[in-house]
């Protein structure tokens, strides 16, 4: 399924180690059962992480019976774009990849405020 970035191009892969994406396939693809639209690429930071897990998503514990192996500082995942706009407003959003990023993610963020936390501007 060819899906494409922010910018209208490609979309690019996000992490494979682990593996991310609402397919576990690598990349932020979504479709009409992603409920939580997992499109915006992130370099994970600790502060979103704690967030995180205050809002009751823990990514740090590993969880082996969903093949998880929890999160840390400075991986890629493909976070859901409510989530990172939550995180932004409480001041915590991390850093984000654009051209990894699914473009549904702007339906949810403003392509201007992705900018402003890109890694991958030229």
Not at 4 to 14: H, L, Q, R, T, Y
Not at 15 to 33: E, L, Q, S, V, W
Not at 91 to 110: E, H, I, Q, T, Y
Request: net charge neutral; charged share 20%.
């Amino acid at each position: 399924m060819q899906q494409k970035n922010v910018f209208g191009d490609p979309i690019e892969a996000c992490c494979y180690d682990p593996i991310t994406g609402y397919f576990r396939d690598g990349f932020c693809r979504t479709d009409a059962f992603d409920q939580g639209s997992h499109t915006v690429c992130a370099s994970l930071s600790a502060a979103f992480l704690d967030f995180s897990k205050r809002q009751g998503n823990d990514l740090t514990t590993p969880r082996p019976a969903h093949n998880f192996p929890g999160l840390k500082s400075g991986q890629s995942w493909c976070l859901c774009a409510s989530r990172w706009l939550e995180a932004e407003m409480a001041g915590c959003a991390p850093r984000v990849f654009l051209r990894r990023s699914n473009m549904k993610a702007l339906d949810v963020v403003p392509m201007a405020l992705l900018k402003e936390y890109a890694l991958d501007l030229d």
